[in-house]
């Protein structure tokens, strides 16, 4: 599997239009905008990158994935991709630790409040204040 920045000709492979524009405007915010290309097509993935104090080194926030499974399944090409971006950590929204991840589950450290009866789905930040105002 590969991982690269996502290229305006990936929207055509992707399953719809708002995905594509989603990683367009996403990238224009300053976020990192990738594919990660599997024989079942592109799988996009969405980083906020912000640095770690007093390092030249950066954490990643997943902003957007498809669905969380997708992080997990390809957390190892999609961490060395930012690996060799200096981003060292990389953080996701979870309800408890995530099955086939290492790392730490911070319980109530960044709770996320919505309005209206339907819960958002884990790991779409996408048009959040977090991101476009880099909260």
Not at 12 to 41: I, K, N
Not at 60 to 81: H, N
Not at 119 to 128: F, G, I, K, S, V
């Amino acid at each position: 599997m590969r991982v690269r920045a996502y290229r305006g000709e990936d929207a055509d492979r992707l399953q719809d239009a708002a995905e594509a524009t989603l990683l367009t405007d996403h990238a224009a915010y300053g976020c990192l905008s990738l594919v990660c290309e599997t024989p079942d097509g592109l799988i996009p993935f969405v980083f906020s990158l912000r640095g770690l104090r007093r390092t030249p080194l950066s954490y990643a926030q997943l902003v957007y994935c498809r669905d969380t499974d997708d992080f997990v399944r390809l957390a190892g090409p999609v961490g060395r991709y930012l690996l060799r971006r200096r981003s060292v950590l990389t953080m996701i929204d979870s309800d408890g630790p995530a099955p086939g991840l290492t790392g730490k589950f911070l319980k109530d450290r960044w709770p996320r409040y919505y309005l209206g009866p339907n819960r958002p789905r884990p790991n779409d930040l996408a048009y959040t204040e977090a991101v476009v105002l880099g909260v």
